[in-house]
């Protein structure tokens, strides 16, 4: 048995056709679902409008479509709605452009909308297009090769890409030892071991030169004398900028110099690098992109149900995204049922609670309005756009498109965009975006020259103390043979004769 289906009536006198039907390719349904898609779109084929009146059906999404608390707009032709989109509308509907009348309602199920390919109906929306319920869909809905399989939509008024929604970390509290942040650890035990060596070199050059068998005379006036406890005092103390003056033989100020000058640049580091760690607030490590995401469980995240971001998830090739719908598919709570749902979510959780996947320009805009409890975090991914969806074949389909793209050339869409779309209260923090960044502790290979400078002078202060030692026997014994005396060598001198009666 064979039926007729009309497709279309053709008008031979002005030679085109009044009326086209239009059926989506359905042949890889399954066949029951075929059959009833088929005697939907046969039966319930919508006529173009001929009034100059459309029945608009939309879904509240701030900034593009939001009602009216007092349930009145003013002068939009819209009614209670207002926003981006009704904005757009009303310069879409003007006398100079397409010259229409509409009216704005929401489909009963506060949905998107999806087509059940294997049950052959459709729901939000989508649906309400199908069933000829409404004659256009005009909100934050993004064009996809599923939709335009069975409906048309125009060329996008807005470019978007997907993006996560995070809690906003909150900075974490000093800890105890916070004070020995600016040095990592073997900085620290570079600069104590310093301190030790240096202290020995200072005994030694003391044993060493015969210049430095004095003791160094205090502001107090008691003696000070470099045995191995008062010379780790002492280095001890010019470190924190204290203590005796130092050393007066030339191998000591040799010595004493490089070690003023290591205190001068470790000082020095250590304070601006404190400054940092103190003005500088340090926040917990979160969720940075897409890929970091997938790759974990501890965190959970999720998209509304039946949108074109849920099914990009599902239908997309890419590993990454698959684990990702499968994660949400299978976790409880993941996938929610409207995006205020899953964004009301986001900020009045914690940082580790819910990542929210959705579209960029709405991200931004919530994450720019009070309270300045969440951020977007990563780069956009899958790029598209929004655009207005009617049923296949419709005769004002292309008048539509050509408007819309008329709107972005003439900078309407840019006015519309800086109007509803501009920064809000929070635009301007953010836990780590604005130029500050965590403190970043100084190392042993930051810090390796200035320890080498200190090895230098110890090194330059041993060689002089044997320089000095070389020539101060050179003046004693050309004394001696000069038959000169000095105070030091009569000094001995009595002191041996001492000896000598004391052994006698």
Same mark, same amino acid.
């Given at each position: 048995?064979?039926?007729?289906?009309?497709?279309?009536?053709?008008?031979?006198?002005?030679?085109?056709?009044?009326?086209?039907?239009?059926?989506?390719?359905?042949?890889?349904?399954?066949?029951?679902?075929?059959?009833?898609?088929?005697?939907?779109?046969?039966?319930?084929?919508?006529?173009?409008?001929?009034?100059?009146?459309?029945?608009?059906?939309?879904?509240?999404?701030?900034?593009?479509?939001?009602?009216?608390?007092?349930?009145?707009?003013?002068?939009?032709?819209?009614?209670?709605?207002?926003?981006?989109?009704?904005?757009?509308?009303?310069?879409?509907?003007?006398?100079?452009?397409?010259?229409?009348?509409?009216?704005?309602?929401?489909?009963?199920?506060?949905?998107?909308?999806?087509?059940?390919?294997?049950?052959?109906?459709?729901?939000?929306?989508?649906?309400?297009?199908?069933?000829?319920?409404?004659?256009?869909?005009?909100?934050?809905?993004?064009?996809?090769?599923?939709?335009?399989?069975?409906?048309?939509?125009?060329?996008?008024?807005?470019?978007?890409?997907?993006?996560?929604?995070?809690?906003?970390?909150?900075?974490?509290?000093?800890?105890?030892?916070?004070?020995?942040?600016?040095?990592?650890?073997?900085?620290?035990?570079?600069?104590?071991?310093?301190?030790?060596?240096?202290?020995?070199?200072?005994?030694?050059?003391?044993?060493?030169?015969?210049?430095?068998?004095?003791?160094?005379?205090?502001?107090?006036?008691?003696?000070?004398?470099?045995?191995?406890?008062?010379?780790?005092?002492?280095?001890?103390?010019?470190?924190?900028?204290?203590?005796?003056?130092?050393?007066?033989?030339?191998?000591?100020?040799?010595?004493?110099?490089?070690?003023?000058?290591?205190?001068?640049?470790?000082?020095?580091?250590?304070?601006?690098?404190?400054?940092?760690?103190?003005?500088?607030?340090?926040?917990?490590?979160?969720?940075?992109?897409?890929?970091?995401?997938?790759?974990?469980?501890?965190?959970?995240?999720?998209?509304?149900?039946?949108?074109?971001?849920?099914?990009?998830?599902?239908?997309?090739?890419?590993?990454?995204?698959?684990?990702?719908?499968?994660?949400?598919?299978?976790?409880?709570?993941?996938?929610?049922?409207?995006?205020?749902?899953?964004?009301?979510?986001?900020?009045?959780?914690?940082?580790?609670?819910?990542?929210?996947?959705?579209?960029?320009?709405?991200?931004?805009?919530?994450?720019?309005?009070?309270?300045?409890?969440?951020?977007?975090?990563?780069?956009?991914?899958?790029?598209?756009?929004?655009?207005?969806?009617?049923?296949?074949?419709?005769?004002?389909?292309?008048?539509?498109?050509?408007?819309?793209?008329?709107?972005?050339?003439?900078?309407?869409?840019?006015? *519309?965009?800086?109007?509803?779309?501009? @920064?809000?209260?929070? =635009?301007? /923090? +953010?836990?780590?975006?604005?130029? $500050?960044? #965590?403190?970043?502790?100084?190392?042993?290979?930051?810090?390796?020259?200035?320890?080498?400078?200190?090895?230098?002078?110890?090194?330059?202060?041993?060689?002089?103390?044997?320089?000095?030692?070389?020539?101060?026997?050179?003046?004693?014994?050309?004394?001696?043979? *000069?038959?000169?005396?000095?105070?030091? @060598?009569?000094?001995? =001198?009595? /002191? +041996?004769?001492?000896?000598?009666? $004391?052994? #006698?």
């Amino acid at each position: 048995t064979y039926s007729v289906l009309t497709i279309g009536t053709y008008d031979v006198t002005h030679s085109h056709w009044l009326h086209e039907l239009r059926i989506p390719t359905v042949s890889h349904l399954y066949p029951t679902a075929q059959r009833r898609l088929k005697r939907q779109m046969d039966s319930n084929w919508c006529d173009p409008v001929t009034t100059g009146h459309f029945r608009v059906t939309t879904l509240e999404e701030p900034p593009f479509v939001m009602k009216d608390e007092n349930g009145t707009s003013g002068e939009d032709r819209s009614g209670i709605f207002y926003g981006f989109l009704v904005d757009m509308m009303n310069l879409l509907a003007e006398p100079n452009r397409l010259n229409f009348t509409y009216t704005m309602s929401e489909p009963p199920d506060r949905l998107f909308g999806s087509i059940d390919e294997r049950a052959g109906h459709a729901t939000g929306m989508i649906g309400r297009l199908l069933n000829c319920s409404d004659d256009l869909a005009v909100a934050s809905l993004t064009i996809t090769a599923e939709r335009q399989k069975y409906l048309d939509l125009t060329k996008p008024f807005l470019d978007i890409g997907l993006s996560l929604l995070a809690t906003k970390a909150s900075p974490e509290k000093p800890g105890l030892w916070a004070f020995l942040d600016p040095f990592d650890r073997w900085t620290w035990i570079c600069i104590v071991a310093s301190c030790i060596v240096c202290a020995v070199c200072l005994v030694v050059l003391h044993r060493l030169s015969p210049y430095g068998r004095r003791t160094i005379e205090q502001s107090d006036g008691l003696p000070f004398t470099f045995k191995i406890h008062n010379s780790l005092w002492f280095f001890y103390t010019s470190f924190m900028q204290q203590g005796p003056e130092g050393a007066a033989f030339l191998s000591g100020k040799v010595l004493l110099g490089g070690w003023f000058f290591f205190c001068l640049i470790v000082v020095a580091t250590y304070t601006a690098n404190l400054a940092a760690f103190l003005t500088v607030k340090s926040f917990p490590e979160g969720i940075e992109s897409v890929d970091e995401l997938a790759g974990q469980t501890e965190v959970q995240y999720g998209t509304v149900v039946e949108t074109g971001v849920f099914n990009f998830l599902k239908n997309s090739p890419i590993d990454t995204y698959r684990r990702m719908y499968h994660y949400m598919s299978s976790t409880n709570g993941a996938i929610v049922q409207s995006s205020m749902e899953g964004i009301n979510r986001v900020k009045n959780g914690n940082l580790r609670d819910y990542i929210f996947i959705w579209d960029r320009p709405i991200l931004e805009y919530f994450a720019g309005q009070l309270p300045c409890t969440s951020e977007v975090v990563g780069n956009s991914f899958n790029d598209g756009g929004y655009g207005i969806a009617m049923p296949r074949g419709m005769p004002y389909f292309e008048d539509f498109s050509l408007a819309v793209l008329k709107l972005r050339d003439e900078g309407k869409i840019e006015q *519309l965009t800086r109007k509803w779309l501009k @920064a809000g209260p929070c =635009a301007g /923090e +953010s836990s780590d975006t604005d130029g $500050e960044t #965590e403190g970043e502790k100084a190392n042993i290979s930051q810090m390796a020259g200035v320890f080498v400078l200190l090895c230098i002078a110890m090194g330059v202060s041993v060689a002089v103390a044997f320089i000095e030692r070389r020539v101060w026997h050179h003046k004693t014994s050309r004394k001696q043979m *000069l038959g000169l005396s000095s105070p030091i @060598a009569n000094k001995y =001198a009595e /002191e +041996s004769v001492i000896r000598l009666n $004391e052994g #006698e």
